[in-house]
């Protein structure tokens, strides 16, 4: 999809914030029962407002400081965050959006009011983001983070609309204006992120446009998202079909409740299998031979450091050797697994476009190829591009790393004597910049729900808490 060329303004007499919801009510289902390990909150964030775009640099200001606040940000962090930049770099966002939409934006991320202000990120260090991302501080990666929530926020948006063609046009907008963002601040001298890319079935929209109810249209005009330059209607329609007929169209139907679900669960769910055409590939049967070969590689390794007595000798074992797993012996044990139309940045969020390595696959176990495939195949017809940004991998041959506590030390040397899920292939590391462990996650229910459906276990189940990591192992072996 081609990006929009400036930031979209407001036209005059637009309308001005209101605060009250739009389209039909929807609420996402809160039932704990429906994940092996809940996310909390359990519901995908809500999101009830359009876009209302403000007119000027100094309201936007005063709508992120308010929307800031909203989410209980203290007035002490917001005036640090402010003199770092922080509440400038939000314009073009607050701009377009208006505080009451940005409020429910900012919901999106899930985080606590101090990291508002204090923006995970995954470099090494505050001052190396800085130097290098370029930013005059760690405050404006707000900003990355922020423009992959705005297709989420109008996902939700299109499960207030009554008609497919309104929710599809929904879906596409969330798209279209985090692109016109980007792209706009470039303009204003802003750093080019990397953002997640756009479905398969997002379109920009024709004039003359689709039949739409009228509300849509005028968010549609007001925020600038029309292309009057071309009419591509065919176009449209034929992605409006894609979607529409394909499982993100499903899922919309069951979410709203349109379709009911064969298996009887109810509307608003984040996840539901059978909007899969070909299912979900049968879970493994574990361990298989391959694993059994990379255990004995691992017990030699492990007997090669000899009494694991200090941090030392523990870390030694906590490195990546995976040379010792991708020997010609090991050649049909890994396998690459395509991530779909899935983008995810290799071990840092943000990232300038273009400049860090983008991951398209990652090396797995080979029994695992095709439900890990599967897996992103359907992440990515569905349009959760945005929902997963990053990954710090998936195979590595290491051994278990708790975090050091002094007076837990043994516990720390027998884990790391312990082959890691990774070792085999077997785990994969999501959004880790934001999701640290043992701290409460931040990661979308929905994505909890798919990999849980994928046979995937959450991370945030283990004893020390590791809500980034997902594996197809932990319950066969323990
Ligand atoms: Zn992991």
């Not at 985080?111 to 001052?127: C, E, Q, S, T, W």
């Not at 760690?138 to 929530?149: E, I, K, Q």
């Not at 009057?228 to 329609?237: E, M, N, V």
Request: aromatic share 10%.
């Amino acid at each position: 999809m081609a990006a929009q060329s400036a930031v979209p303004g407001p036209e005059p007499g637009s309308s001005s914030p209101s605060g009250a919801a739009w389209g039909k009510d929807y609420q996402a289902n809160s039932d704990r029962r429906y994940f092996r390990t809940p996310p909390s909150p359990v519901a995908v964030s809500p999101a009830t407002q359009l876009p209302s775009p403000v007119a000027s640099d100094v309201i936007a200001k005063k709508c992120a400081e308010n929307a800031l606040a909203t989410c209980g940000v203290s007035k002490d962090q917001l005036s640090s965050f402010s003199q770092d930049g922080g509440v400038d770099a939000l314009v073009p966002i607050a701009r377009l959006f208006g505080e009451a939409a940005l409020t429910e934006l900012f919901g999106r991320l899930r985080y606590p009011p101090d990291r508002l202000v204090a923006p995970f990120h995954g470099y090494d260090g505050d001052a190396n983001a800085i130097r290098q991302l370029g930013v005059r501080s760690t405050a404006v990666l707000l900003v990355p983070r922020l423009l992959a929530c705005i297709p989420g926020h109008f996902r939700q948006l299109a499960r207030r609309t009554e008609m497919p063609e309104e929710a599809h046009a929904m879906e596409c907008l969330g798209w279209i204006l985090m692109y016109a963002l980007r792209t706009g601040m470039r303009r204003v001298k802003q750093p080019a992120w990397w953002v997640p890319p756009a479905p398969a079935f997002a379109a920009e929209y024709p004039d003359p446009g689709p039949p739409l109810a009228d509300t849509i249209s005028q968010v549609i005009r007001t925020t600038g998202s029309v292309d009057t330059t071309l009419k591509k209607f065919p176009i449209y329609r034929r992605l409006f079909s894609r979607w529409d007929s394909g499982i993100a169209g499903s899922m919309w139907r069951m979410e709203t409740g349109a379709r009911k679900s064969q298996f009887g669960f109810p509307p608003g769910l984040p996840f539901y299998p059978e909007v899969l055409p070909n299912g979900i590939p049968r879970d493994m049967k574990l361990p298989t031979p391959s694993m059994q070969r990379i255990d004995a590689v691992w017990l030699a390794r492990v007997r090669s450091v000899g009494a694991v007595d200090s941090k030392d000798k523990a870390d030694i074992l906590r490195k990546c050797g995976n040379s010792a797993v991708t020997s010609n012996e090991f050649a049909n044990a890994f396998a690459s697994a395509s991530l779909g139309g899935i983008r995810l940045t290799a071990d840092r969020f943000p990232v300038l476009d273009g400049r860090r390595q983008i991951l398209h696959r990652v090396t797995v176990l080979a029994q695992a190829a095709p439900t890990i495939t599967a897996l992103f195949e359907a992440l990515a017809a569905l349009g959760w591009n945005d929902l997963l940004l990053e990954s710090a991998g998936t195979l590595c041959f290491r051994g278990v790393k708790l975090k050091w506590i002094a007076t837990k030390a043994e516990r720390y040397y027998k884990a790391a004597q312990r082959l890691s899920t990774h070792g085999y292939g077997l785990a994969i590391d999501v959004n880790d910049f934001e999701n640290p462990k043992v701290a409460p996650p931040v990661i979308d229910p929905r994505i909890v729900a798919i990999f849980e459906a994928f046979h995937f276990d959450w991370g945030l189940s283990f004893p020390e808490t590791d809500p980034h990591h997902f594996d197809l192992v932990r319950r066969v072996f323990n």
